[in-house]
């Protein structure tokens, strides 16, 4: 998706640690109208796809899930990050490393969002080493719905998160593939590009 990747090189900034910042128009600041183009874009690669619900994460996932489900039609349902030593009650609940923090944390999603006969599209912003995919993934199998894929929009190919998901047989569609970056230079080398 070449106008994603134009738009990474003019206003992406490469932080040591192997850490892309986006923030001038995806996860603070977000441009819309790019993220129009997200939602069209994954709906063309999921055009063949049962979809009924999208399921992201907080908190950058939800304004791109958000905007991607007008595409689908469907509603958005976001696993919540919690604190919480005793989690109780009606919820789904997994394990989730944070790349960027370095902490482990609880996500849930509610029994009443999610369950059988739901057949899921994951969303994300991005796809490290892949522990927050897992973690929803996780959610969906224990509710019982289906997994029908999972679209991310910056896939950093160096870390092995990309490698794992696929080779569960994930149908995983990344609209950009960064395969290497250079905090000295700033340098971004996209996949197929
Ligand atoms: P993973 O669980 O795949 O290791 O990391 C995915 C999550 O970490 C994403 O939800 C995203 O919020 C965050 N993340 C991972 N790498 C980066 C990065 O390079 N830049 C930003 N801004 N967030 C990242």
New binding site residues.
Partial sequence: MQILLDRIRKDGVVKAG?????DRFL?HQMDIGLFREIGKEFKRRFADTEINKILT?EA??IGIACIVAEYFDVPVVFAKKTKTKNIAGDVYTTK?E???HGTVYDIIVSKEFLGEGDKVLVI??????????EGLTALIKDSGAELSGAGIVIE?GFQD?GKRIREKGIRLESLAIVDSMDDETGEIVFRNE
């Fill in positions: 192997n850490v892309l910042k986006v996860n994460i950058s996932g989730v944070s790349f960027t994300d912003d991005f796809l490290a080493n892949g522990k927050a995919l950093k998160g």
